[in-house]
């Protein structure tokens, strides 16, 4: 697989009155042809941040930004970053598009979808206004929107949720761009519609060979979906690795805890509580000298010497392509955590 | 849609027919007698009485109420015997003040009317739209902060005080327009030129007020939209700034002016009171108010009423059916 897309030290910093927030800090990740990237965290760890960066859709004035964000096209690597703003528009919706969390209020209300979908491809192909629609109906068809033919020329407000996000889809790719960073595409539907959109976006990635960034807070999503997993706490990245590294040998207690967090249906009926991590995230102004989950961490008693507190762990590579931002080694994190599930299932009975 | 326009039809014709009622009750209810104060300084009970039956108000208020509706659509006989006059339909009553049916002084101050509100309207929807666009899309620069002195002056000063300004210094101190024809009316169509010289300053002044209204409603509008999600959207789909402004913020920005703008416009179609009165301009807010405090000419003032009120009405009509167009959503409830 070819890397796609390529993010290095990425820092996204919006100078407020208080002061300085760091949302994104020092993130680096990358992204190939065909594979889907999960980006999991907490509402405001700068997972949305960082991505919009990438696309170029923070407001100049009110952002600094800094780091690179490497576009592999065929004809030739560009860094978006600092590549003039009217060449990275050029590459919006055609080398890359972008999904939003809530599709209630990503339309525009006055204009039908299909014309909506027919601005977006009449933006890089030449045809007529009718071109662009019958395109539209065709990308309708693909997403799974029922008579098409008819259903073009509504309004979003005749569309259902779920139905509104398929449009959101089918005008993301009717340019066929190689990058889809859908961000949260899902949290504002109904569980049932959930799962439907991502088989959706699982099939039209491999249709396309798409690279996929699934921006989340839930890691439910995350299973049916990622083939890689890079968790975000506080503007940084503290966990990156494949799928099941991180659903079965997380070396991350962020990461635990999240996992913890979630209901499970197969640890054969024991009644274990769902354990949700105390405490809040730091404020992203005055960000903490040490590791930012350490007022947090259920495994700070395990670290010697108060070293959570005093310097921030780097990201280091625990096993074969997986990093962690932890003191403790991969196999502590996890003997630990195997033992905190032992004690816990004895405190059950 | 021809369901909702011909229900909002006919709301609209009940609701002019309650608008009409109630100013008849009001009139009614009102503490002077106008059949005492058009009687002349030898007043006795009988002439007294006589005006009551030439005003038709010697019958119950439903009555006259009924009396007046049949005259709008049959036409109407005023006083009796050899002083018999007849007013054609639409009659809205006779002034006996001006010996004149009160339909034919309407039509003569209309034009009058039309023209100062057709003039402010172009002239405050260009500026106010224009500079709470610019204000909007240079938000916090010195150009901003410019626009927000003018919202604040245009909505504190009183057109009276504005209107009087401009009379003493642009048509009396710099003589701009001639004294003389302060006032007069042009026929736009045949002498452009004078109806522009008569129209331009009052309009102005009204258009001032009106203005700065309209840059604080447009300003903060774009604004709003600006950050919508659908705004992002057509970003992310590519689309340029020019046409994300044009096409996206404005259309979904401006749609609330519609229904602004043609309430306003309906306002000032019953009269300008204050401006007429300034500029000395015969409209029916001039003529209203010389009706109420000169002669107490009752069928006048009802007239007016009655006139500015179904401006109103017809325009929140045809704001509704507008607006139709413009949303889709109402257009689907």
Excluded at chain 1, 209 to 237: C, F, K, P, Q
Excluded at chain 1, 266 to 278: S, Y
Excluded at chain 2, 162 to 191: A, H, Q, R, Y
């Amino acid at each position: 697989m070819s890397t796609f897309l390529e993010v290095k030290n990425l820092h996204v910093t919006f100078p407020t009155e208080d002061g300085a927030v760091l949302a994104s800090n020092n993130v680096s990740y990358s992204v190939a042809l065909g594979e889907t990237l999960a980006i999991v965290g907490e509402s405001g760890s700068g997972k949305s941040v960082a991505n919009l960066a990438v696309m170029g859709l923070h407001n100049p004035h009110r952002t600094q930004i800094s780091g690179e964000a490497i576009l592999h096209l065929p004809e030739g690597p560009i860094d978006v970053l600092s590549a003039a703003p009217e060449t990275v528009r050029r590459l919006r919706g055609k080398a890359m598009s972008m999904i939003f969390q809530d599709p209630m209020s990503a339309l525009h209300p006055f204009y039908t979808i299909g014309n909506q979908i027919a601005e977006a491809w009449a933006l890089y192909n030449e045809g007529s206004k009718e071109d662009g629609i019958k395109r539209a109906v065709e990308m309708l068809d693909l997403v799974g929107i029922p008579d098409a033919a008819k259903r073009v020329h509504e309004y979003p407000h005749q569309f259902s949720g779920g139905m509104r996000q398929r449009v959101m889809i089918a005008m993301a790719l009717v340019n066929n761009p190689s990058l889809l960073i859908a961000d949260e595409p899902t949290t504002a539907l109904d569980v049932t519609v959930q799962s439907q959109i991502l088989r959706l976006l699982a099939d039209l990635q491999k249709e396309f060979n798409m690279a996929v960034i699934l921006i989340t807070h839930d890691l439910g999503v995350v299973a049916e979906v990622a083939d890689r997993v890079s968790v975000m706490y506080s503007g940084r990245i503290v966990e990156s690795a494949a799928i099941d590294e991180i659903f079965y040998n997380s070396t991350h207690p962020y990461t635990r805890g999240l996992l913890n967090s979630i209901p499970r249906v197969d640890n054969h009926g024991k009644g274990t509580r769902l354990r949700a991590i105390p405490g809040q995230p730091p404020s992203l102004i005055s960000v903490p000298k040490g590791c930012a989950f350490a007022a947090r961490c259920e495994f700070i008693s395990h670290v010697p010497g108060g070293l959570c507190i005093a310097s921030n762990p780097d990201l280091l590579e625990k096993a074969p392509d997986h990093y962690s931002r932890c003191h403790l080694t991969g196999a502590q994190v996890i003997d630990i955590a195997a033992k905190n599930l032992a004690h816990q299932d004895n405190g059950a009975k | 849609m021809i369901k909702y326009v011909s229900q909002r039809l006919l709301y609209t014709v009940m609701l002019l027919l309650l608008v009409s009622l109630s100013v008849y009750f009001i009139f009614d209810l009102l503490p002077v007698d106008p059949a005492r104060l058009v009687c002349s300084k030898q007043c006795t009970p009988a002439l007294v009485e006589a005006n009551r039956h030439r005003l038709g108000l010697d019958v119950p208020v439903l009555q006259q109420w009924w009396n007046f509706i049949y005259g709008l659509f049959a036409g109407r006989n005023y006083a009796e015997g050899a002083a018999a006059l007849h007013c054609p339909a639409p009659a809205f009553g006779y002034s006996f003040s001006r010996h004149e049916c009160v339909t034919t002084i309407l039509a003569k101050a209309f034009p009058v009317t039309l023209s100062l509100a057709v003039l402010a309207f172009i002239l405050w929807m260009t500026l106010g739209v224009s500079l709470g666009v610019l204000a909007a899309r240079k938000k916090g620069s010195i150009f901003d902060k410019a626009s927000t002195v003018f919202v604040l002056i245009g909505t504190s000063l009183p057109t009276f005080l504005t209107g009087v300004l401009v009379v003493i210094f642009i048509i009396l101190k710099f003589n701009l327009v001639d004294p003389l024809e302060i006032g007069n009316w042009s026929n736009p169509f045949t002498d452009p030129l004078g109806w522009l010289s008569t129209f331009i300053w009052p309009a102005a002044t009204l258009a001032f007020a009106y203005a700065a209204t309209y840059t604080r409603f447009t300003r903060s509008n774009v604004i709003e939209t600006m950050t919508e999600d659908f705004i992002r959207t057509a970003r992310a789909k590519g689309l340029s700034e020019k046409i994300i402004l044009r096409k996206h913020t404005l259309r979904a920005a401006l749609a609330p002016l519609a229904t602004m703008a043609g309430l306003d416009f309906a306002g000032l179609l019953g009269g300008a009171i204050i401006t007429e009165k300034v500029f000395g301009l015969d409209g029916l807010g001039g003529i209203s108010i010389n009706a109420v405090t000169s002669s107490y000419d009752l069928p006048i003032i009802v007239g007016t009423t009655i006139v500015a009120s179904a401006f109103v009405v017809v325009a929140n009509l045809i704001v509704d059916i507008t607006y139709a167009f413009i949303d889709p959503r109402v257009r689907h409830a």
